[in-house]
């Protein structure tokens, strides 16, 4: 069966440091894969987009690569602020039918 | 959330109970989701609608039925609430279906539903 793993449940990092976010699925190959950020008591909001047939793609201070060899995305945020603390889910497609999220990796970015 | 709202957004019930949940939308969008999301499971899909009266079932579908009647309307009911059905319910929409292009998915607020 299908499976979602984001690397750890929580990521303390300093401000101004770059924050490293991996998303690693098993037993099949998404098209597409999103990122979406969670902040407590409030739906996810979407992020990126990045397709199998792209391997980089950038949004002001993120960065999301795409390794469907490895089967794997990173999800970059450069010069982190406190503001970016959150959890932070991916979402590779399911088959071409929706998209399957993973547990989220509750980040904290630190004064 | 501009352009989709839950409600209620808190409710506490009894169990064996109906409840039906609403998410209402003003984008006009075909896709609706219906997704609840558990401390360790995080979000899970439970039903889909790909247009008026056009729906399908999701991963964690038991107990659970979706009607929509409208464009705008998507409703959950649990037929016979039960204590494993305490969650928080999100709704979701999308201009298309997956791929969803490079908009992604709008989220409602969500609906904190407990079972007693």
């Known amino acids: 069966s299908q499976k979602i793993e984001q690397n750890s449940e929580a990521l303390n990092i300093q401000e101004g440091k770059t924050a490293t976010l991996t998303c690693n699925y098993t037993?099949?190959?998404?098209?597409?894969l999103q990122w979406y950020r969670q902040d407590p008591g409030r739906g996810p909001v979407f992020l990126l987009l990045?397709?199998?047939?792209?391997k980089e793609k950038r949004k002001e201070r993120l960065k999301v690569t795409f390794d469907t060899t490895l089967k794997q995305s990173l999800f970059h945020i450069t010069a982190s602020q406190p503001a970016d603390s959150a959890t932070y889910l991916c979402a590779p497609d399911n088959y071409g039918q929706n998209f399957v999220f993973g547990p989220g990796t509750r980040l904290s970015v630190l004064p | 959330d501009a352009g989709i709202t839950q409600s209620p957004r808190h409710k506490v019930t009894e169990t064996g109970t109906p409840v039906t949940l609403r998410c209402h939308q003003t984008e006009n969008h075909r896709y609706m989701y219906w997704y609840r999301q558990d401390p360790g499971h995080g979000l899970r899909l439970i039903h889909y609608s790909y247009g008026v009266k056009d729906t399908d079932k999701g991963e964690v579908s038991d107990g659970y039925s979706v009607s929509r009647s409208k464009t705008e309307d998507f409703l959950l009911t649990l037929e016979s609430a039960t204590s494993s059905q305490t969650s928080v319910y999100f709704c979701?929409?999308?201009?298309?279906?997956?791929?969803?292009?490079?908009?992604?998915?709008?989220f409602g607020s969500g609906t904190r539903l407990t079972v007693v």
């Open positions: 990045i397709r199998e047939n792209e």
């Open positions: 037993n099949y190959s998404p098209a597409y």
């Open positions: 979701a929409i999308s201009v298309i279906g997956s791929p969803a292009g490079n908009l992604g998915y709008t």
